[in-house]
């Protein structure tokens, strides 16, 4: 996504968090010390929370890369339960998601944001970062309206034992 700047408070710890919702790609493995200190540093986590996302860390450090890449995509990518495409879980494959993916767009769009050609919009690294860019009580007042699909991606990952829950 383009355009960010300006952070508020917690949007490091958001980015963040999007970073590790993303695909393991050599460059952002290569970013974890650094996703680390920036997470114990803004102090927007609670210290258990900041534990089960340093045990993520670890073992995006420690596994072997096209291991870590092919369990990636066999958690996110091959279910709709834990799919990172927010209205996945909302419209599945139905005609209502397109305008909703239209509407969220125009969302990013209206404060200065804007999707790369192979984004889309309710990809939840997406719109982790573009909720970092908002003010926290707009970013609160955003995510909560997708709690109910938090919670339901959280317990998927939870059920399949996923260090990736803690980031939710």
């Known amino acids: 996504m383009l355009g960010l700047s300006n952070p508020v408070p917690a949007s490091l710890s958001l980015r963040v968090l999007a970073a590790l919702l993303g695909y393991p790609r050599a460059e952002m493995r290569e970013c974890l010390p650094e996703m680390r200190e920036i997470l114990g540093g803004e102090g927007a986590l609670s210290a258990a929370r900041r534990s089960e996302l340093d045990a993520l860390i670890d073992s995006l450090s420690s596994a072997d890369p096209l291991e870590t890449e092919a369990n990636y995509v066999q958690l996110f990518d091959r279910g709709?339960?834990?799919?990172?495409?927010?209205?996945?879980h909302v419209h599945g494959d139905s005609r209502d998601r397109g305008p909703a993916m239209i509407d969220l767009a125009q969302t990013y769009e209206k404060a200065g944001l804007y999707m790369t050609p192979d984004e889309l919009p309710d990809y939840l690294p997406a719109v982790l970062e573009f909720v970092s860019t908002q003010p926290p009580r707009e970013a609160?007042?955003?995510l909560g309206e997708m709690a109910h699909i938090f919670n339901a991606l959280f317990s998927a990952l939870q059920e399949r034992a996923s260090p990736y829950a803690s980031v939710l």
């Open 80 to 88: 709709r339960a834990t799919s990172l495409h927010l209205f996945e």
């Open 140 to 142: 609160q007042a955003f």
